[in-house]
């Protein structure tokens, strides 16, 4: 199995400045890298596959990078809304397991 | 309007069995696999189970596997999931996913396992 290891675990951003989401897999995942973002009492929202593609509908200002082992998720300017749990996921390789997530809380 | 609704959840004892659904609408539900993810009280997401658009391949999790399994019935767009021998740690919100990219972009909107006497 894969092994999918976020960073931080929790990251406290003030509205308006940039976060900066890392994500690590344990062997290459090639460029199959999703982003999740998971509000509370809500299912998880499809942000990023592809490592970089965004999912329809999601704002310009999330944006994902990386490939092979080290990827990375970009919220250009916090809105209020953007506060929540991130999950990235590989989906290379059986199973398509998750990160633990990353709590993005207002500073 | 593409969906996926579960039902099935609720309170069953240590031991005890339970079914979940996840009917599907709005794409065509036999060309994809489907997934099952759970996500226990305040933590995060784990993948439990999947099966392939015809029904001959499926994958479960070492923490379900011989306790659980899962179907799918492609003529009533219907994803399945027969929990036994049901434990604490099975207590989750169960989702059931899919997509046409390899990443999950159809969430249904979960239901609640409490397992507890």
Redesign the interface.
């Known amino acids: 199995e894969i092994v999918m290891t976020q960073s931080p675990a929790t990251l406290s951003v003030s509205p308006g400045e940039r976060a900066t989401l890392s994500c690590r897999a344990s062997q290459s995942v090639s460029s199959?890298l999703?982003w999740?973002q998971?509000k509370p009492g809500q299912?998880?929202?499809?942000l990023i596959?592809?490592a970089s593609t965004r999912?329809?509908g999601i704002p310009a200002r999330f944006s994902g990078s990386g490939s092979g082992t080290e990827f990375t998720l970009t919220i250009s300017s916090l809105q209020s809304e953007d506060f929540a749990?991130y999950?990235c996921?590989q989906?290379n390789n059986?199973?398509?397991?998750?990160?633990?997530?990353t709590k993005l809380e207002i500073k | 309007e593409v969906q996926l609704v579960e039902s099935g959840g609720g309170l069953v004892q240590p031991g005890g069995s339970l079914r979940l659904s996840c009917a599907a609408s709005g794409f065509t539900f036999s060309s994809y696999a489907m997934?099952w993810?759970r996500q226990a009280p305040g933590k995060?997401?784990?993948?439990v189970s999947?099966i392939s658009s015809n029904g001959g391949s499926t994958?479960y999790?070492n923490s379900v596997k011989g306790r659980f399994t899962i179907s799918r019935d492609n003529s009533k767009n219907t994803l399945y999931l027969q929990m036994g021998s049901l434990r604490a740690e099975d207590m989750a919100v169960y989702?059931c996913a899919s997509?046409t990219?390899?990443?999950?972009?159809i969430?249904?909107?979960?239901t609640m396992v409490t397992v507890s006497s």
């Open positions: 199959n999703a999740y998971q299912a998880p929202r499809l596959y592809g999912a329809t749990v999950y996921q989906y059986w199973p398509p397991l998750f990160g633990q997530g | 997934h993810v995060g997401l784990e993948y999947a994958y999790a989702y997509g990219t390899g990443a999950f972009d969430w249904g909107q979960g």
